[in-house]
């Protein structure tokens, strides 16, 4: 029936705490909660919550905009907003200051969106703590340096780095996903954000 594909339209919120959901603590250091958001149409008054082990509210925040920082509503006096809204990335992260054994848990980052008809979304992350971490990449790198030595054992280091950089920032990348709203299920000609595949002229005739 013709008018009904506007229902099929998706304003797909998500939430995201990056390709693992597990993180490992070592007791009384600070740990760092990550969360992103994505939203096809933008937000408005949107309210996000980070709660423990599903029930114990630990951060409350609301963001007016895309052009605003977050505003704090409540929070636990060792959890501490540690996001921005106004960059890139809508990142909602927090960091909880010395955890200790009891902190271990879930931990739920739950968005909800006034201007996509309060739609809601959440991720979650196991939070282990423990006594000791195990340190074995870090003496890897040591004995490297202090074998090799001079520059090569410094480029050695410098590439080991680099892969790390590269591997956090693939994590972030990932599992993003492209907004495409069909016009309806034949035309898909209007399908992506703008600047998207689907707005390129096709090449002149020879």
Known sequence: ??????????FALEVSVG??????????SNVLLPCVFSTCIG???LIFTWYFNSTELIYHGKIKNKATEP??????PRVEFVGSTTK???NISIVLN????????????????PKERNAQHNATIFLTVVHK???TDNTVTLIIV???????????????????????????????????VSSSGNDNTENGLAGSKAEQKAPPKA
Not at 71 to 76: A, D, E, G, S, V
């Open 43 to 45: 937000f408005q008054d």
């Open 19 to 28: 390709k693992t959901n597990t993180v490992t603590a070592l007791n009384n």
């Open 88 to 90: 890139k990335e809508n």
């Open 133 to 135: 971490m195990v340190e």
């Open 146 to 180: 202090g074998v090799v030595g001079g520059l090569i054992g410094l480029l050695i280091l410098f590439m080991l780095i680099k892969r790390v950089v590269l591997f956090i920032i693939k994590k972030t990348q990932d599992g993003k996903k492209e907004c495409l």
């Open 1 to 10: 029936l013709p008018g009904l594909h506007i229902f099929a339209i998706a």
């Open 98 to 113: 010395s955890v200790e054994f009891s902190d271990a848990g879930k931990y739920t980052c739950h968005v909800k969106n």
């Open 71 to 76: 505003t704090l509503i409540w929070h636990n």
